[in-house]
């Protein structure tokens, strides 16, 4: 009898579902295809993509990815868009060597290395979209969060707008602001559970492994609802037809720079620890 009781205790174990570890991730050390990690490159090369008028981004070189050696973490992603162009994002987590399609009730944790310059050395002092947890259309926030940097970073979120009469300046309120040079890595993790009712989801954010206090800073028409210490959000974070992520740098007011961004240990996981390692700690 206790022969079985050990078997069964042992087949219990073994039986256990994984429930801590990464299920995806893009290591250019292991291949330098974009499309091994990502469903693709968005270049920018689009008729909708013009930064003054349609047609402007003629004769404008297009954005490119390519892997460098990087002084502190050797091979990393680097993304360059040029002056003249809107838009160089790496877009979803569906590649064909590793694949990732967010679903709701999906709680995951999106983790990444990050930095970036100008190649001219010029400051950036107009707010650049370097991350976009996007929404595919039709949709009613078309990204209920991201990240926005222009000498400082900051994560917003987007309410949504079911009536379409909305405008997305008062549907954005600021959660997170911090100071941040040019050409300094840092390391982002973003706990995001996917949820379709207004303040459903759930979102909470560390900078370098700490974790940060969010707020609703900077608001008009839509604010989060937070936990009584602020390091949890609740916002709708299901969107559209589908949810997915975009990491580089966007739109018009980006126009006017040829910025590098550079990307490092992304990935994700079902739990905090399974992604803590190479982000901050």
């Given amino acids: ?45 689009y008729p909708q993509d013009y930064c003054v008028k349609k047609g402007d981004e003629k004769g404008v070189p297009s954005s490119t990815v390519s892997v460098v050696n990087d002084a502190k973490y050797g091979k990393v992603w680097q993304i ?8 160089g994002e790496f877009a979803r987590f ?8 967010p679903k709701e009730g999906d709680d995951i944790y999106i983790a990444w290395n990050w930095k970036i310059d100008t190649v001219d050395g010029a400051k950036i002092n107009k707010e ?4 976009q947890w996007k929404s595919a259309a039709p949709h009613n926030q078309n990204y209920p969060i991201n990240m926005e940097y222009d000498g400082d970073l900051t994560l917003n979120a987007w309410g949504p707008d079911y009536v379409g009469n909305k405008s997305y300046s008062s549907r ?6 911090k100071a941040l040079p040019q050409n ?32 609703n800073l900077e608001s ?11 390091t949890t959000m609740y916002h709708r974070t ?7 992520p975009k990491w580089g740098a966007y739109n018009k007011k980006s126009c006017k720079y040829n910025v590098n961004a550079y990307f490092h240990d992304m990935k994700v996981g079902t739990s905090l620890q399974s992604v803590l390692s190479g982000n901050g700690k």
């Fill in 238 to 244: 299901d969107d559209g037809k589908f949810v997915y």
């Fill in 172 to 177: 954005r309120t600021v959660l997170w602001r």
């Fill in 1 to 45: 009898m206790k022969k079985l009781q050990l078997v069964l205790v042992a087949f219990t174990l073994f039986a256990q579902p994984i429930s801590a570890e990464i299920i995806w991730s893009a290591d250019p050390n292991k291949s330098t295809k974009v499309s091994d990690y990502f469903k693709r490159f968005d270049d920018g090369n």
């Fill in 128 to 131: 650049i979209t370097v991350f």
């Fill in 80 to 87: 360059n868009k040029p002056i003249g162009r809107k838009r």
């Fill in 184 to 215: 300094e890595w840092v390391s982002f993790i973003v706990r995001i559970k996917v949820n379709k009712d207004d303040f459903g989801g759930l979102v909470e954010f560390w900078f370098n492994g700490e974790k940060q206090q969010l707020d």
């Fill in 220 to 230: 008009k028409k839509y604010q989060v609802k937070l936990s009584a210490d602020k």
């Fill in 94 to 101: 569906e590649g064909q060597l590793n694949s990732l399609s």
